[in-house]
């Protein structure tokens, strides 16, 4: 008899799990180091940023890589962050680099920084997706 209850409470269970949304389940990105660290693998990955990270210095998109950051969250540049471009995307005529943006806002924050937000050499692509937000950049240099 306990065996049935038991068998019974862990069907229920599993029941209950499966009515919990599908975001309760995925992961995200939540601080600067961890951000640099999965753009630093490289490869094709998507990357969800849902809160608000302070962007401290230059993120790098490494050759051959395409890279989609998404989520709704804000990467935010940070106010003693003057001297660098927020992303650098270099790639080569047999390897792309490639960033896309898709519902993720990049926030200058209003600080005068000599580079601008982007930074993109040779056969590197930036593409802005549905929702994607750059606003608050002051580029000091020409």
């Given at each position: ?8 409470m862990a ?11 599908t ?8 601080t600067f180091?961890e ?11 998507t990357?969800?940023?849902?809160g608000?990270?302070e962007?401290?210095?230059r ?16 990467l935010?540049?940070a106010?003693s962050f ?10 080569s005529?047999k390897s ?5 943006l ?6 200058g ?5 000599s ?21 608050n950049h002051v580029?000091?240099s020409a």
């Amino acid at each position: 008899m306990w065996k049935k209850r038991l068998v019974s409470m862990a069907m229920a269970l599993v029941l209950a799990v499966s009515l919990l949304p599908t975001t309760a389940w995925a992961w995200s990105v939540d601080t600067f180091d961890e951000l640099k660290r999965e753009l630093g693998y490289g490869g094709t990955r998507t990357i969800p940023v849902t809160g608000t990270i302070e962007v401290t210095e230059r993120l790098t998109i490494k050759p051959g890589a395409n890279i989609t950051i998404t989520g709704g969250g804000t990467l935010k540049r940070a106010a003693s962050f003057t001297n660098n471009s927020m992303f650098y995307a270099s790639g080569s005529s047999k390897s792309k680099a490639r960033l896309t943006l898709e519902n993720i806002t990049v926030d200058g924050g209003g600080v005068k920084a000599s580079e601008p937000a982007f930074s993109l050499g040779g056969d590197a692509f930036l593409t802005l997706k549905n929702g994607a937000v750059i606003q608050n950049h002051v580029c000091t240099s020409a």
